[in-house]
């Protein structure tokens, strides 16, 4: 592992640290499970599970997987269409471990 996959790995122990309700863990499983995502169809996801959560937790949660964390990309086709996010593939075996580690742990 060099060392940028082991900073984000760090990140992403931290990241599931401070997860007290298991909706980050459940956003990256959502990740690796469903390849492209949008803020709607994880929104609708997560307030299957937790009815409360607001969609700008799930839009400010994408945007700090993607801003801090890195493991994702965003692209839109088109202006009127809603941004697509995408677990890069060379992190997918990253988050799958760092998952079975934190589960591991609990």
């Known amino acids: ?3 940028l996959q082991a900073e984000i790995a760090n990140r992403l122990v931290q990241f599931l640290d401070l997860d007290k309700d298991g909706r980050r863990r459940f956003v990256l499983e959502y ?3 469903a390849g ?3 803020v709607s169809s994880l929104h609708k996801a997560i307030k299957e599970r937790w009815d409360g959560t607001s969609r700008k937790v799930v839009a400010s949660m ?3 997987i993607y ?3 890195g493991i994702i990309r965003a692209h839109k086709k088109s202006y ?3 941004t697509v996010y995408v677990l890069r593939e060379n992190y997918a075996y ?3 471990s760092v998952l079975m580690t934190s ?3 609990s």
């Open 1 to 3: 592992m060099n060392s």
């Open 31 to 33: 990740l690796l499970d």
């Open 36 to 38: 492209e995502i949008t």
């Open 62 to 64: 994408l945007g700090y």
């Open 67 to 69: 801003s801090k964390l």
């Open 80 to 82: 009127r269409l809603p």
């Open 94 to 96: 990253l988050v799958r």
């Open 103 to 105: 589960a591991n742990k």
